[in-house]
């Protein structure tokens, strides 16, 4: 399954001691929301998956983001690396009230700070 990969990619990246923290999201508009992380202190930004119609972007977003944060076991640096504002919230399948028929394509990224 596709998100099993995506899980997969993400702990080879997030594996590294260098990264102290991450989120994995959607946008559809990645240049505007990478200068957004990079003005929080996310010193890199990396597209996962790419060209996704909106609503397979929703299915797979809820699907790895439950993966990382609620089955991968507390201890997993899946879990404890990821932002901890949100790691323990529930998702729910949305675009913030786009309309999912409207044919505009989808990016799933990971984005990660560094230890400094």
């Given at each position: 399954?596709?998100?099993?990969?995506?899980?997969?990619?993400?702990?080879?990246?997030?594996?590294?001691?260098?990264?102290?923290?991450?989120?994995?999201?959607?946008?559809?508009?990645?240049?505007?929301?990478?200068?957004?992380?990079?003005?929080y202190?996310y010193?890199?930004?990396?597209?996962?998956?790419?060209?996704?119609?909106?609503?397979?972007?929703?299915?797979?977003?809820?699907?790895?983001?439950?993966?990382?944060?609620?089955?991968?076991?507390?201890?997993?640096?899946?879990?404890?690396?990821?932002?901890?504002?949100?790691?323990?919230?529930?998702?729910?399948?949305?675009?913030?009230?786009?309309?999912?028929?409207?044919?505009?394509?989808?990016?799933?990224?990971?984005?990660?700070?560094?230890?400094?």
């Amino acid at each position: 399954m596709k998100e099993h990969k995506i899980v997969e990619t993400i702990k080879d990246i997030i594996a590294s001691p260098l990264i102290r923290q991450y989120r994995f999201g959607l946008t559809k508009r990645s240049v505007q929301r990478r200068r957004t992380y990079f003005h929080y202190g996310y010193n890199h930004y990396v597209i996962i998956d790419t060209g996704l119609s909106a609503n397979k972007a929703i299915d797979l977003e809820q699907k790895v983001f439950n993966l990382l944060t609620k089955h991968s076991g507390k201890r997993s640096n899946l879990y404890r690396k990821y932002h901890e504002g949100t790691r323990d919230k529930n998702t729910s399948k949305s675009i913030g009230g786009a309309d999912t028929e409207s044919g505009e394509l989808y990016d799933l990224y990971i984005t990660w700070r560094s230890h400094k």
